[in-house]
T-cell receptor, first 114, second 115 residues
């Protein structure tokens, strides 16, 4: 069973505060995980990734944490900005498929209020 | 603009008609993917090309769906005898893939509505 789950359909935070988006997965053999951001009427845009051998990856305001024992990862955005308002998808490459054969979660809609 | 281009942006068709979508990937990218996204869901993988070879197809891809990438550049996705359940956003993505984690560059998609 290979699933990526985002159980929070939406999240609202105040500008300047931290946004934490969560993702759970079922397959402990996933090689790495990716986060994509999607604005309305646009395709998803790659944001950040993390290898399964690491527990943290940071890129500017964005940090992804991986907890393999819990099969959980989270994306932290600090500080949050109104331009971060978008749908965020967690994804992982399907085991046995090509590297770009990604399994996506359902997404979390982030709203950052000024 | 050198991003992934998809045409048309919107397509409305009647059930039973055939439709074809086009994708122009980023020129130096040798990998091309088609995904489908319905409301409230994440994108779902449909098929993958490396250059002109179709190397992988999802079980989601029924016999009514066919994709081509004849010269390893642009790609087309055809749906024959459309059904209302085919209504979705069809996304194309390309990748240069040089090892490690693969980053997909998505187009803005073609929104299909089957009446």
């Amino acid at each position: 069973d290979q699933q990526v789950k985002q159980n929070s359909p939406s999240l609202s935070v105040q500008e300047g505060r931290i946004s934490i988006l969560n993702c759970d997965y079922t397959n402990s053999m996933f090689d790495y995980f990716l986060w994509y951001k999607k604005y309305p009427a646009e395709g998803p845009t790659f944001l950040i990734s993390i290898s399964s051998i690491k527990d943290k990856n940071e890129d500017g305001r964005f940090t992804v944490f991986l907890n393999k024992s819990a099969k959980h990862l989270s994306l932290h955005i600090v500080p949050s900005q109104p331009g971060d308002s978008a749908v965020y998808f967690c994804a992982a490459p399907r085991e046995g498929g090509s590297q770009g054969n990604l399994i996506f979660g359902k997404g979390t809609k982030l709203s950052v209020k000024p | 603009d050198t991003g992934v281009s998809q045409d048309p942006r919107h397509k409305i068709t009647k059930r039973g008609q055939n439709v074809t979508f086009r994708c122009d990937p980023i020129s130096e990218h040798n990998r091309l993917y088609w995904y489908r996204q319905t409301l409230g869901q994440g994108p779902e993988f449909l098929t993958y090309f490396q250059n002109e070879a179709q190397l992988e197809k999802s079980r989601l891809l029924s016999d009514r769906f066919s994709a081509e990438r004849p010269k390893g550049s642009f790609s087309t996705l055809e749906i024959q005898r459309t059904e209302q359940g085919d209504s979705a956003m069809y996304l194309c993505a390309s990748s240069p893939f040089t090892g490690g984690s693969e980053k997909l560059f998505f187009g803005s998609g073609t929104q299909l509505s089957v009446l």
